[in-house]
């Protein structure tokens, strides 16, 4: 079994990679590993490197684990993945048990990988241009994408947890409701919503658990459509979402769905797995058993 480990190259626990974890490992596997140093190298990396290694491990965040899957989704014949939660959020990993330790990658290495539903979304660029991505945790629109777009803007020296907070914390107060069409097998439902997740994982932005009950390999989407609920009421509504509990109100919804269908009027962004995709209208389809995740 070969293995590679594409490690985000600006991540702020690399020194315990390299001590804590990487040593521990080559004790027992053939690894090699490889560093990103720009925004989108991790998913030219598993492009290049799963035609030959058999297993590629993300070394990162949420981000990281995307890019690496959307790099493995372009080969005929595909490679196992896993994940070292390196990240601010780690939500996928942490809902497959994942820990940043030596002893909980070598336990998935020595089983077999878990064959895993992932999310095709299509929608199109700021040109009208056609795009074509996979996710693994959760896309929405709303407050996600408007976070993940205040973070891009804030400099270096705050760090990614630094970063997160203060973009956040801006979204709170200042991303108004966006009037979105949530269409699903007999679903479907307009209005003005803070945010509208379609999740194969349990959580996303950091243990917000917009679908506690979730499975990745259930072969379904759980959707969370946060209304136009007023400021105080949500953050009161987030209290109880991480801590894993369903909101009992007319102005949130959940659904389920295969295949999920969202429009906007106006321009809207699309978020997957904390990294800006695109914008609405957008079709987002689950892609059965598609990866043989380490979990």
Same mark, same amino acid.
């Given at each position: ?40 190298? +991790?998913?030219?990396? !598993? ?11 993300? /070394? %990162?965040?949420? =981000?990281? *684990? ?9 080969? +005929?014949?595909?490679? !196992? ?11 996928? /990993? %942490?809902?497959? =048990?994942? *820990? ?10 020595l089983q077999p990988a878990h064959p895993t539903d992932i999310g095709k979304i299509i929608c199109h660029d700021a040109d009208g241009q056609r795009i074509e991505k996979f996710f693994i ?44 069409t949530v269409h699903t097998e007999g679903f479907e439902w307009t209005g003005k919503a803070r945010v509208v997740a379609i999740a194969n994982g349990k959580s996303f932005g950091n243990k ?30 987030l209290q109880q979402i991480k801590a894993k509990k369903l909101i009992q109100s007319t102005d949130v919804h959940y659904t389920m769905g295969k295949k999920i269908e969202l429009s906007a ?31």
């Open positions: 079994m070969k293995i590679a480990i594409i490690l985000n190259g600006i991540s702020s626990k690399k020194k315990k990679f390299y001590t804590a974890i990487l040593p521990a490992l080559q004790a027992s596997f053939a690894i090699s590993v490889f560093e990103t140093n720009h925004a989108g190298h +991790a998913q030219t990396l !598993a492009a290049e490197l799963g035609k030959k290694y058999s297993v590629l491990i993300a /070394a %990162g965040g949420d =981000g990281t *684990l995307n890019e690496v899957l959307n790099g493995i989704m372009t080969l +005929a014949e595909r490679p !196992a993945l896993g994940v070292i939660p390196l990240g601010t959020g780690n939500d996928f /990993a %942490g809902a497959c =048990g994942m *820990l940043a330790t030596a002893a909980s990658i070598q336990e998935r290495l945790n959760v896309c929405s629109v709303g407050m996600g994408p408007s976070t993940v777009s205040r973070m891009k803007t804030k400099p270096a020296w705050l760090g990614s947890n630094g970063k997160y907070l203060l973009s956040i914390l801006q979204t709170f107060f200042m991303h108004l409701p966006e009037k979105v917000i658990y917009i679908a506690p009950h979730a499975k990745a390999e259930d072969g379904i989407f759980d959707v969370f459509i946060g209304g136009n609920v007023p400021l105080l009421k949500f953050l009161l509504y009027e106006q321009k809207v962004m699309l978020e997957a797995d904390g990294e800006l995709v695109g914008y609405l209208p957008a079709r987002v389809e689950v892609a059965s058993a598609k990866i043989n995740f380490l979990r």
